[in-house]
């Protein structure tokens, strides 16, 4: 059923690195990207998203790069914190058919 | 502070017994999620609905798992009979289809324990 390939599957950056998660989906029908942040014992909540006629999305450290050509999306956070330590999931939703699709996360820790 | 409710939050039970796990969803919100999480299979979906209506259960082991919606402001996932591989965290999300996708948002889950 998965359908949006997500790595690495656990990343450990020094404070202040960038942290670079990848994803990858197969259905052009996907017409929204978002991803989210989850932290333990919590749902996951809406970190960024983006849309595929655009190519990069940018909000605080947080920035979304896509290349639809490619059929792949990444997230970069920029100056990464201690706070920032959770599972990332990028996902891939659908708007035919409602479907909304999860990657396999990735648990980032990022060491003070 | 509108959120998703889900009960149980934790659930430990036996081989065999029926399980059935609730949401509460945002009012207002017309579609509904129900996800399973697992170290190895990251966020599983297992159904959805819009407006009440399942859209697509096909994520769920047919024999053994349920999901409807009496109304809306409730959605149930069952599992009848449990078994130990259905351990797992259980999300529901609900959401609006009403112009942009825009997000989920998601419970905080229920943790079942098949013994």
């Known amino acids: 059923q998965q359908q949006v390939k997500q790595s690495p599957q656990s990343l450990i950056v020094q404070k202040g690195g960038i942290s670079i998660i990848n994803c990858a989906y197969e259905?052009?029908?996907?017409?929204?990207f978002p991803w989210y942040q989850q932290f333990p014992g919590k749902g996951p909540a809406l970190l960024i998203a983006?849309?595929?006629?655009?190519s990069e999305k940018k909000e605080g450290r947080f920035t979304i790069s896509f290349n639809k050509s490619a059929k792949q999306f990444s997230l970069h956070i920029m100056d990464s914190q201690p706070g920032d330590s959770a599972t990332y999931f990028c996902a891939a939703f659908h708007s035919g058919t409602y479907k909304y699709i999860f990657g396999t996360g990735t648990r980032l820790k990022v060491l003070a | 502070d509108a959120r998703v409710t889900q009960t149980p939050r934790h659930k430990v039970t036996e081989m065999g017994q029926e399980v059935t796990m609730r949401c509460q969803p945002i009012?207002?919100?017309?579609?509904v999620f129900w996800y399973r999480q697992t170290m190895m299979q990251g966020l599983e979906l297992l159904a959805y609905f819009r407006n009440r209506a399942p859209l697509d259960d096909s994520g769920m082991p047919k024999d053994r798992f349920s999901a409807e919606m009496p109304d809306a402001t409730l959605a149930t996932l069952k599992i009848q009979p449990s078994e130990p591989r259905d351990s797992a965290v259980y999300f529901c999300a609900s959401g609006r289809t009403l112009g942009v996708p825009g997000e989920l948002f998601f419970g905080e889950g229920s943790r079942l324990t098949v013994l």
């Open positions: 259905n052009t029908a996907f017409d929204y």
């Open positions: 983006i849309r595929p006629d655009v």
């Open positions: 009012l207002g919100h017309n579609t």
